[in-house]
């Protein structure tokens, strides 16, 4: 075992606790908790969309982070911050996965069951999983070992830092954005993660005539959502009407089995890189 403490969210939370189970208490009390982090020292000029808050992982997971991040994790060059991403900094795709591919991004992978089945399921592609909370980055860890996946890596970092520094300009085909924290209460909604500087650094990321991907089972942030792709010059639309058809390629997660179960409307958006 490492011993390393690591950090739990309310994406990727111990293996003895389903995560639908978890999702709206755990939202609540990180959104609680920022107003005590006012008085904490300040190393980035905007406010992120998570909260990391300490705890220790399982043992599986223990063991999962020090038996295979040499495998999987990508080593990150920081800045002041601990998931922030160094200026400067980016990998070279081809160096990491050892060949020319096409790369799917998703940010956000909370504890890999998307990102996993997708590189499982197409081994002629790569993947890269982009998360904050440790745990979840050993549990998807995990799950690749076990499945014999080989074309996915992993980065612990902030998503917008990852999209500007990390990635190399026009390097990724497809980005996905499943069920990111709707910080529901008002005054925490600039935390948002969709927001118009997502937009620019996605844009960055993003081949001309890539895909982006988004869902939530939040209709005030599918609305936002919307609005802020609608209007942003890099993306145009990839579906007629009001939202785009569920994407056949998202597993079901406990995230939307919890929305099915309470009622809320399932929204998908799909948008295209335009061309600059």
């Known amino acids: ?11 990727s939370p111990e293996s003895v606790a389903p995560a639908d189970e978890k999702r709206q208490n755990t939202a609540t009390r990180a959104a609680d908790s920022l107003d005590a982090m006012d008085a904490a020292p300040v190393f980035r000029d905007k406010p992120v969309s998570f909260v990391r808050r300490s705890g ?10 020090a038996e295979f991040s040499p495998t999987y994790l990508l080593p990150v ?13 980016a990998i070279d795709p081809v160096e990491v996965y050892g060949r020319r591919a096409r790369l799917t991004v998703e940010i956000g992978s909370g504890q890999g069951h998307q990102i996993v089945s997708a590189a499982a399921a197409d081994p002629d592609n790569d993947f890269l999983a982009v998360e904050v909370f440790t745990a979840g980055l050993a549990r998807t860890m995990l799950d690749a070992d076990r499945a014999g996946v080989k074309n ?12 500007e520094h990390l990635l190399p300009t026009g390097s ?25 500087d997502f937009v620019r650094v996605a844009a960055l990321a993003l081949r001309p005539g890539a895909t982006l991907r988004l869902a939530t089972d939040w209709q005030d942030y599918a609305d936002q959502m919307r609005e802020v792709l609608d209007e942003a010059p890099e993306f145009s639309r990839a579906f007629p009407g009001d939202w785009a058809e569920r994407f056949e390629g998202r597993v079901l997660t406990a995230f939307e089995q919890k929305g099915l179960r309470v009622g809320r409307d399932i929204r998908d958006l799909t948008y295209t890189r335009v061309a600059p």
């Open 152 to 163: 996915l890596r992993l980065a612990e970092a902030n998503a917008p830092e990852a999209l």
């Open 172 to 196: 990724v085909d497809e980005l996905w954005v499943f069920f990111p924290d709707p910080w529901h209460k008002n005054k925490h909604t600039k935390r948002r993660l969709i927001a118009p």
């Open 1 to 11: 075992m490492s011993g390393r403490k690591r950090a739990t969210s309310r994406e």
């Open 77 to 89: 060059e920081r800045g002041a911050a601990t998931t922030s991403v160094k200026e400067g900094s």
């Open 56 to 65: 220790r992982m399982s043992e599986a997971q223990d063991r999962a982070w």
